[in-house]
């Protein structure tokens, strides 16, 4: 099978639509924290980067925190 | 009456429902959101042209408790990762990821990654789970990808860098394995591969170091997005387009050239054409199909043909060469049970295929004398199926039966092998439609239909 990967062109880093203030991608999976942080280093070296501050956010406890956890579904930027 | 989908549950914004034959996606609110924001991309549009993304139509009403609905076209034969071949599972998994990095080219992502939502439909991968897109929010990451490597990657490294067949594994763990057991499953020499540092041996590490921690939003508040994400994909689409199984000559792969094989083959074909011009049937399953020549000719006269086998190696011929016969990789001695939540979440093979006509060529004497099944068994196995059959019976003077007992003492052997017993036991469920001696002398054909 052919490789299509870039057939839609460059990927949209800020989404095509604005939904601010709606809900998080939903995860009905238990995704597992280990391979979230992989994904950025996974990413190349932009990503060992974001993978470092967001390690380092947790040994620091100095983050901005979306709460995935909250009845309203919006994120709650918390900073300790 | 709607008829829920066992296995779809899973997802609170969307989940199937059957309408008679009608195949129809229900939608909370914010599914219905997630499919307005798919079906106006390009995207969208391009892959369901392509058929690599099954057609969606919105009803017009939606029934009570849900927001939107759409219709699908209903899947022909639903098969499952554990009956498919090695590259069907790679084919399945190079689609999952272009369609995740199409999507994400148009703000929208797959929000799991399971082989669960692709089918194949005349011999092609088809994504069939419309609800598992949703709009890509900046700052995520793939929610997917721990269940990718789990039920794409690790089966396929499985087979192509350890030569241990996945479907066993999938079967018994619908999961797939973990990294840390895929970790303990890699010889050394493959661990130290780049790939398998990154995938298995850091994924294993980092899920038992971080496992509970709150990382989803610090990802985001760090500066992650998108371009990441298709970074890995991209990486992970080259891994597995490099993946190869070079499968062993197996003892099926070469049967075409036994030399019953050819010399019975336009008999069997024209007795089989005879029975599918009775039968008209819609759907028929070929039982030992190996090489799949006999499925491709109730193909060929329209039906849905499914080509059963438990030899990797001769159905991924199959499924490599293009054909458009459904193919399932399943051992008829221990076929694919029921199995999932409450045991309904994926039923077993056989309620699946629903045969109308099933063909049992080849197939009768190695249940009876490799399998050990007695002949009173395997009749009553075929009128389980309540359809008619065409068989070939192999007596027990056979070359063939005689290489299969050549370490067997009579006294191992069940009753009823000879040809006046086993039509015995056939006429006592069945009716004998049709009969052909073949020019062996020790086979014989038949049409059979179970009484009324």
């Known amino acids: 099978m052919t490789a299509r990967l870039d057939e839609y062109g460059p990927v949209a880093v800020e989404p095509a639509h604005p939904w601010e203030g709606q809900s998080m991608i939903f995860g009905y999976l238990d995704v597992g924290s280990g391979s979230l942080i992989l994904q950025a280093i996974l990413g190349g070296a932009a990503g060992i980067l974001v993978a470092f501050k967001a390690w380092k956010s947790r040994i620091t406890g100095k983050q901005a925190v979306m709460d995935t956890t909250a009845e309203s579904d919006e994120h709650v930027i918390a900073e300790p | 009456m709607l008829e829920a989908d066992p296995g779809s549950f899973r997802d609170p914004a969307s989940h199937v429902v059957f309408d008679g034959d009608r195949v129809l996606r229900l939608l909370d609110e914010r599914g219905a959101r997630a499919w307005e924001s798919l079906s106006k991309t390009r995207f969208f549009n391009h892959e369901t042209q392509s058929e690599r993304l099954i057609r969606a139509e919105p009803l017009a009403e939606a029934p009570d408790g849900a927001s939107a609905a759409l219709e699908h076209p209903r899947v022909p034969f639903i098969s499952y990762p554990w009956e498919w071949t090695f ?80 479907q066993p594994w999938l079967r018994g763990a619908m999961d797939g394995p973990t990294a840390a057991e895929m970790r303990r499953l890699l010889p050394l020499g493959k661990r130290l591969r780049p790939a398998a540092l990154l995938h298995v041996t850091l994924q294993a590490r980092m899920e038992e170091r971080l496992s509970g921690t709150a990382v989803r939003g610090r990802l985001g508040a760090a500066g992650f997005d998108a371009r990441l994400i298709l970074a890995n994909v991209d990486r992970l689409h080259r891994l597995i387009e490099g993946v190869d199984w070079d499968p062993d000559v197996s003892g099926w792969s070469e049967y075409r050239s036994c030399g019953h094989v050819g010399r019975d083959r336009e008999d069997k074909a024209g007795f089989l054409e ?179």
């Open chain 2, 87 to 166: 590259s069907m599972l790679k084919d399945a998994a190079l689609l999952h990821l272009e369609l995740l990095a199409g999507s994400l080219a148009e703000g929208i992502t797959i929000k799991d990654a399971t082989p669960f939502n692709i089918q194949f439909i005349e011999g092609k991968p088809v994504f069939i789970d419309v609800g598992s897109f949703e709009e890509y929010r900046r700052g995520e990451p793939w929610i997917g990808y721990r269940q990718f490597t789990r039920q794409f990657l690790f089966p396929l490294l499985l087979r192509a860098w350890v030569g241990v067949p996945f």
């Open chain 2, 274 to 452: 005879a029975a599918l011009e009775r039968h008209r049937p819609e759907r028929v399953l070929d039982l030992g199909a190996n090489d799949a020549y006999f499925s491709d000719i109730a193909r060929q006269r329209g039906a849905l043909a499914v080509a059963i086998d438990g030899d990797e190696t001769v159905l991924d011929s199959v499924y490599r060469s293009g054909s458009a016969v459904s193919v399932a990789l399943t051992d008829l001695t221990d076929p694919s049970p029921a199995q999932g939540w409450a045991g309904a979440e994926r039923p077993g093979l056989v309620a699946r295929a629903r045969p109308d006509l099933v063909i049992a060529y080849g197939l009768i004497h190695h249940l009876i004398y490799t399998s050990s099944v007695p002949p009173s068994a395997v009749v009553h196995w075929l009128a389980s199926f309540q359809c008619p059959l065409v068989v070939e019976f192999v007596g027990p003077d056979d070359e063939m039966v005689g290489k299969l007992t050549a370490n067997k003492l009579h006294s191992e052997l069940h009753p009823g092998r000879d040809e006046a017993s086993f039509k015995d036991l056939v006429s006592q469920r069945f009716e004998v439609i049709a009969e052909r001696s073949l020019e062996s002398g020790t086979r014989v054909l038949w049409q059979i239909r179970p009484r009324r």
